[in-house]
């Protein structure tokens, strides 16, 4: 499952969700999580017994799920996407008239360091 893309590729593309996730657990490739007690969570959370705390799929309503997509589009729309390759990024909403983009030399660190 492609767990950094997952809100997009899943939830948005499929209308599934995984529920009961342990809030312990870091929400990563399980071969990313550094921990075997991170690792003993998820184990007893996946294998649960009671359905009202087992870490599964759910397919989502098609209220639910265009609630979602929705969400997901306007956070979306917020982010001005990236025009310049040493730039950062700023939101459309910077009524201030100042920038906060960072200089090429904060926002992109060299490959020395």
């Known amino acids: 499952m492609q767990f950094d ?3 997009k590729l899943i939830v948005i593309a499929r209308g599934v969700e995984l529920v009961n996730w342990p ?3 870091p929400f990563l490739n399980v071969s990313e999580i550094g921990s ?7 184990h007893n959370a996946l294998t649960h017994d009671n359905l009202d705390e087992h870490c599964h799929q759910v397919t ?6 265009e609630m979602c997509k929705k969400a997901y ?5 917020e982010v001005m996407p990236c025009t310049h390759k040493h730039k950062a990024c700023v ?5 201030s008239g100042m920038s906060n983009q960072l200089d090429a030399e904060h926002a992109w660190p060299s490959k020395r360091l």
């Open 23 to 25: 809030d312990s657990v």
């Open 60 to 65: 989502l309503s098609e209220e639910d799920w």
């Open 5 to 7: 893309r997952y809100e």
């Open 36 to 42: 075997i007690h991170s690792l003993h969570h998820l």
């Open 73 to 77: 589009n306007d956070a979306e729309d």
């Open 91 to 95: 939101a459309d909403d910077d009524k």
